[in-house]
């Protein structure tokens, strides 16, 4: 079986295409010469995943190697990268973020291929002989971009000026109290009824 390491040293001799990732690839060629393209995409042909972001500086690199695997899948190993700035749901200032993920997609050209799919391969649906390489790390950017992004420090704990937690109170024989939500309603509930 062959896995994402195995990318550095394909099989067979292979042609390798750098600098500019191209816009489509033919699957009917690619597969069959074992094609391997490394490069970059700029973020402005990747719309949904830059409407994600504070700006549209930065650059996606990325590497692809298409191959038919030994149960004859067509089959792309590779990986993404970018570093890309969006906003702190936090302090909503500008972060820089460095997103990484690894590429092993199945080619499938109907959802009834989906479940005779090994688990190591994720599918990609094809509607046609192309294969936009921008829709392709567009859609894994997306996938692994973090629900919630922050800076990792306390700057903007500090900025926006966030009280820390009270520790909670011990008992006398050291451990903490839990402090009741409840208390507060308590002693509310005693004042309104003191005459």
């Known amino acids: 079986m062959i896995d994402a390491g195995d990318i550095d040293r394909p099989a067979s001799p292979v042609r390798v295409t750098r600098n500019s990732l191209p816009i489509y690839i033919d ?8 094609s391997v393209f490394e490069g970059s995409c700029s973020l402005e042909r990747l719309p949904r995943f830059a409407g994600c972001l504070a700006s549209l500086d930065g650059e996606v690199s990325g590497k692809l190697q298409f ?3 030994e149960a004859d899948l067509r089959v792309i190993l590779g990986s993404v990268s970018a570093t890309v700035e969006v906003i702190c749901q936090r302090c909503l200032e500008p972060l820089s973020l460095h997103l990484v993920d690894t590429i092993q997609l199945a080619l499938v050209e109907s959802e009834s291929q989906i479940d005779s799919l090994e ?3 994720d599918p990609w ?5 192309r294969i936009t390489i921008a ?3 567009e859609e894994q950017l997306i996938l692994c971009m973090p629900l919630v992004n922050y800076h990792a420090d306390d700057r903007c704990v500090e900025a926006l000026e966030y009280q820390k937690q009270r ?3 011990e008992y006398n024989n050291g451990e903490r109290a839990v402090q009741n939500p409840f208390e507060v309603l ?3 509930k005693k ?3 003191t005459p």
């Open 27 to 34: 699957i009917r060629k690619v597969f069959d010469l074992e």
């Open 191 to 193: 004042n309104y009824e």
């Open 125 to 129: 649906m094809i509607d046609g002989p």
């Open 135 to 137: 829709s392709l790390l």
């Open 119 to 121: 688990a190591q391969w």
């Open 67 to 69: 191959f038919r695997s």
């Open 167 to 169: 520790e909670p109170r």
């Open 186 to 188: 308590k002693v509310l």
